[in-house]
């Protein structure tokens, strides 16, 4: 099942989306601050009250998260790497970027920028406080003073936090972007951040495990149990990211160094353009058993059929239908070239919903580059390499 999300608008032209798992972080944080942080710190006032400053701080600390995330895509945004959209969910924001950095220097600052966002907004909030401080005998501004407080401290940790060195966290961006520029290896950097991140993992389990045992046993305050279990589940979700970094820097590093020729099948039957469909159908899709045939007029390339224009077409009117008239026209990306990285095919393939591309040399057809194929390639790659 796919948790849902929803946009809520958009900034610097990205959709921002919520994912149904932020809103429990939204409960939480208001519920904790209403009931037991603030009545503490700051009794004497009605629920309503507490609850509204608690709502309050919550919605502010939606806004530091997503400040963060669009520091990282106002730089991205400047190297002209589309985002696709900006979800928050329960572990903070993740901006999606469409492509990767395409230099060491640009991953750096990308990375750098979302930090770089919180601690300046940490920087303000603490002001803010001493500002407050100063002026508070006459106003009672008690209830701002600890607000602005703890927003200063969740942005400096939400900074701190993201700057662990262990990708896929912006610390071990930055990471990947020194190593990058050291071995001139993008995947190999990526490989080697994300098995930090991995350590990071760990580590964070480990300590939070080592703070929930102190809690239970007494060694530490009982309250501490729920910070422990915090940290354990963090380190978890670090260790899981890490793992699924490594595993696709494998496969596309694999993808980028095998040219199409390696993969590509190689006996192609082709189809005229005169064809009638229901004759396509019975003669061609069913007895050989392809999801689609390039197809030929005097012996050139004008086109693809696959399996999905056919469908596009009521049964009925199969046998007055041509195949030129519902095929996929010839174009520049329908056609590559056999000596590049297939990492390109598989790039265009998602960019145009496509499954297949004829591969040709001199205007002469010498393969199909199919997504199946890639698949599994990828399966026998992955088998031998674990
Ligand atoms: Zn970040």
């Not at 999905?308 to 026209?329: A, F, G, K």
Request: glycine share 10%; charged share 15%; aromatic share 10%.
């Amino acid at each position: 099942m796919r948790i849902p999300s929803w946009e809520i608008g958009r900034a610097l032209g990205i959709p921002i989306r919520i994912h149904a798992s932020w809103f429990l972080v939204f409960l939480l944080v208001t519920w904790t601050l209403s009931t037991g942080y603030l009545p503490e710190s700051l009794p004497g006032l009605t629920p309503e009250r507490y609850w509204a400053m608690g709502g309050l701080a919550a919605v502010l600390l939606f806004l530091s998260v997503l400040l963060h995330e669009l520091g990282h895509s106002y730089v991205a945004l400047h190297y002209r790497i589309p985002i696709e959209k900006i979800t928050l969910f329960i572990f903070g924001g993740v901006a999606h970027m469409r492509k990767e950095a395409p230099t060491p220097r640009a991953e750096f600052l990308i990375a750098l920028a979302g930090p770089a966002v919180s601690f300046v907004l940490g920087g303000l909030c603490f002001v803010f406080v001493e500002l407050a401080e100063a002026i508070q005998r006459q106003h009672g501004l008690q209830g701002w003073i600890m607000l602005g407080a703890l927003l200063g401290f969740v942005n400096m940790q939400l900074g701190l936090f993201n700057m662990i060195p262990g990708f896929p966290l912006d610390g071990g961006r930055v990471l990947r972007a020194g190593l990058w520029a050291w071995g001139n290896d993008f995947y190999r950097a990526t490989k080697q951040a994300a098995v930090v991140g991995l350590g990071f993992g760990l580590l964070l389990g480990l300590v939070g495990l080592v703070v929930m045992y102190g809690a239970v046993s007494g060694g530490l305050p009982a309250s501490m149990a729920s910070n422990g279990g915090w940290i354990l589940v963090i380190g978890m979700f670090l260790f899981a990211a890490a793992l699924a970094s490594r595993r696709q820097a494998v496969i596309r590093q694999s993808l980028a160094t095998v040219p199409i020729r390696d993969l590509m099948v190689t006996t192609v039957t082709t189809i005229p353009s005169q064809c009638a469909l229901d004759e396509a159908v019975n003669q061609y899709f069913q007895s050989y058993g392809y999801g689609g045939f390039p197809v030929l007029e005097d012996g050139r390339l004008v086109g693809l059929i696959t399996v999905l224009e056919i469908q596009n077409v009521s049964p009925s009117l199969w046998p007055w239908r041509r195949v030129e008239q519902v095929m996929r026209p010839r174009s520049e990306s329908l056609v590559i070239e056999s000596d590049i990285p297939v990492i390109h095919a598989m790039e265009r393939m998602a960019r145009e919903g496509w499954d297949r591309l004829v591969v040709m040399k001199n205007e002469e057809i010498i393969g199909l580059v199919t997504h199946s194929a890639i698949v599994h390639f990828l399966q026998l790659r992955g088998s031998s390499n674990r």
